[in-house]
């Protein structure tokens, strides 16, 4: 039943989100469209409910051949294979917007985990990569709340980035993950896209630790 009424209002609720900002997003579509490579889209297969692939989007932030360069798929404040307005549609998740078009076509939910490319998704331990989309992906979810700030720590480890997603970030995320999947519920759902808008507000925040407060506990 909560997968039922869960679907209904992300239907819902995604189309009337998808009518309100579309006047926003066009100037977005413009200005792609005239600055760095003139695309506006980035589709990239994802990781999807029961490990099955799809095609996520969004809005163009990084040069197309940005995972063969630098640091590959790795994403570093003021990275360099950022375009013009890349920077500001990554910090303020305004990139993520058109993946109201994956909940409208069912490939995703408004809360749930973050659907990940093979390399991060291999990245978590056997277990979690069994189980975590026993729910299916969302736009937002806790991972990406307590991992709001995931490209800063990136840029100042003084380990190898990549060794670091993979033996820091990684395993904590697959915990926070794994806790929604245990707790999922329409009130949890409620509080995630909560504090999601809390954090847009205040990136700092500790908020989710006081209303969640079993979740795993931050290492990093």
């Known amino acids: 039943m909560y997968r039922i009424i869960k679907r209904l209002i992300d239907l819902v609720v995604s189309l009337i989100a ?20 003139h695309h506006v889209f980035y589709l990239q297969k994802r990781i999807g409910y029961k490990n099955k692939y799809f095609n996520i989007y969004k809005f163009a932030t990084m040069l197309k051949n940005s995972p063969n360069m630098g640091t590959g798929l790795i994403t570093l404040r003021k990275d360099p294979r950022l375009l013009p307005i890349g920077g500001f549609l990554r910090m303020t998740k305004i990139n993520e917007l058109p993946q109201i078009l994956n909940v409208i076509k069912g490939d995703m939910s408004i809360v749930g985990p973050r659907p990940l490319v093979d390399k991060t998704f291999n990245a978590y331990p056997p277990e979690i990569r069994e189980k975590v989309y026993d729910s299916v992906p969302g736009i937002t979810g806790i991972g ?64 989710q630790y006081k209303v969640f407060k079993d979740l795993p506990k931050r290492s990093l």
């Not at 309100?20 to 760095?36: C, D, K």
């Not at 999947?181 to 809390?198: C, E, G, P």
């Open 144 to 207: 990406s709340i307590i991992f709001r700030d995931e490209e800063e720590l990136l840029t100042n480890t003084k380990m190898d980035r990549q060794q670091y997603y993979d033996t820091v970030i990684a395993p904590y995320k697959g915990e926070l993950e794994m806790w929604y999947n245990k707790n999922k519920s329409l009130a949890v759902d409620f509080w995630i896209i909560f504090l999601t808008a809390w954090a847009i507000i205040s990136p700092k925040t500790q908020l």
């Open 18 to 37: 998808f009518v309100i900002l579309l006047p926003f997003m066009l100037p977005i579509v413009i200005i792609l469209l005239l600055t760095g490579e």
